[in-house]
Each structure stands twice: as structure tokens, then as C-alpha cells.
């Protein structure tokens, strides 16, 4: 059975200090993989999202990065963290080419202070 | 782009009451899929529907599609207290592998 791992489970930060989220994806291969973020009591917002191994899409400009490494390895980095990064950051997968369901994995709680 | 929107954000229901929650599209979907977030934890999927005016049920809750592919909505009927959450639609089109989430909306209940 397929399987996503996401960690840390929180993590508080202060500004300016580099950020490193990984997720994993295990069960499956060449999922799309996607990191989106949460708000406090707003909805999910696509940060990035990955066909395959070094190809990444971003959807809004802002102070963070993704790379894919691995075929079922997805991070989200950033070099300097903004208060404004503080949320609820979710990695998820789908298979590729199909209209099926996404799996989140447990989400990130970051707080930068 | 594609955008999703949903209505309405905010939903406090009275237990044992019935109530609707609906997604539109800008675009023409391939499927809509509809997923809750119960507090604190991440979003789990509920449904897809795939064909135009599809309706399907689980339970207390209906969704539907509509014709135009372009909109759906989920009603819940008899809300109970483990209703709570927040209830997403997520669309993707043919030729696009991103689900595009609509902003959610968050149910209570009142007892």
C-alpha cells in the first residue's frame, strides 16, 4: 500500500533562518507530488508541484523553493524564512496522467517567530 | 488560470439541520473531487465525480456534479456533531495533472 511521510511535524523558526521540509512517498512511482499551505482558517494554496524528477512548477512568487531529488522525495526550502511563512504546509501525491484522489500526508505546523 | 471557488466559507449549522455547501468553476472540469479536513489533521478524500449531473451518496451526504461541468455541491443532511470540519472541492482539467482546491468551507454545529 502507498504511504507519504512528511516531517517534521512542527517546527517554529525564527526569521531569516533557512527551512528544509521533506516528504517522502513510499508504495508507488511516478506520482505528481505537490506542497501546498494553509493559512490559519483559509484554504489550501498550491505552492509547487512535480511531474518528475527535477521538474518543478511554482505557482505564486514567493520566498520558497521545491526540488525533487528522488522520484518519491519532494522538499520545500526556503534560505531566509519570513513571519509570512508561518502556516500549515502539506505535501501530497496523485498518479500521474489520472483523475484519482490525492493523499496528504500529516502536515507541517511552522511558526516563525 | 483555473480557479475554484466555494460557498460559503463559514457554515454553522444546528445539529439534526440540513445544509449545502457549493463549488464553481471559471473553467470546464474533467472531475471534482470533495475532501474534509477534520480540526487540526489534513484533508482526507470523501468522493470524485466524473460525469456530467453525476450524483452520488454516501450516507448522509450528496454530491452532485453539474451538467455543465463547471459546478457541484455537497449537502448534508441531519448534520451531526462529527460533521465538523472543513469540507474542500478540488477540479482538474483534461489536460492539467494539478487539482486547483476551492478556499473551503468550515462547518460547526451546535448541539
Known amino acids: 500500500s502507498q504511504t507519504i511521510h512528511q516531517w517534521p511535524a512542527t517546527l517554529v523558526q525564527p526569521v531569516g533562518s533557512p527551512l528544509s521540509l521533506e516528504c517522502t512517498v513510499e508504495?508507488?512511482?511516478?506520482?505528481?507530488l505537490y506542497w501546498y499551505r494553509q493559512a490559519a482558517g483559509r484554504g489550501l494554496q498550491l505552492l509547487f508541484y512535480s511531474v518528475g524528477i527535477g521538474q518543478i512548477s511554482s505557482e505564486v512568487p514567493q520566498n520558497l523553493s521545491a526540488s525533487r531529488p528522488q522520484d518519491r522525495q519532494f522538499i520545500l526550502s526556503s534560505k531566509k524564512l519570513l513571519l509570512s511563512d508561518s502556516g500549515f504546509y502539506l505535501c501530497?501525491?496523485?498518479?500521474?496522467?489520472?483523475?484519482?484522489?490525492?493523499?496528504f500526508g500529516q502536515g507541517t505546523r511552522l511558526t516563525v517567530v | 488560470g483555473q480557479q475554484v471557488m466555494q460557498i460559503p466559507q463559514y457554515q454553522h449549522v444546528q445539529e439534526g439541520e440540513d445544509f449545502t455547501t457549493y463549488c464553481n468553476s471559471s473553467t470546464t472540469l474533467s472531475n471534482i473531487q470533495w475532501y474534509k479536513q477534520r480540526p487540526g489533521g489534513h484533508p482526507v478524500f470523501l468522493i470524485q465525480l466524473v460525469k456530467s449531473g453525476e450524483v452520488k451518496k454516501q450516507k448522509r451526504l450528496t454530491f452532485q456534479f453539474g451538467e455543465a461541468k463547471k459546478n457541484s455541491s455537497l449537502h448534508i443532511t441531519a448534520t451531526q456533531t462529527t460533521d465538523v470540519g472543513t469540507y474542500f472541492c478540488?477540479?482538474?482539467?483534461?489536460?492539467?495533472?494539478?487539482?486547483?482546491f476551492g478556499a473551503g468551507t468550515t462547518v460547526t454545529v451546535r448541539a
Open positions: 508504495g508507488t512511482s511516478n506520482p505528481n
Open positions: 478540488a477540479g482538474s482539467k483534461s489536460n492539467d495533472y494539478k487539482l486547483s
Open positions: 501530497a501525491w496523485d498518479f500521474l496522467r489520472g483523475n484519482t484522489e490525492a493523499f
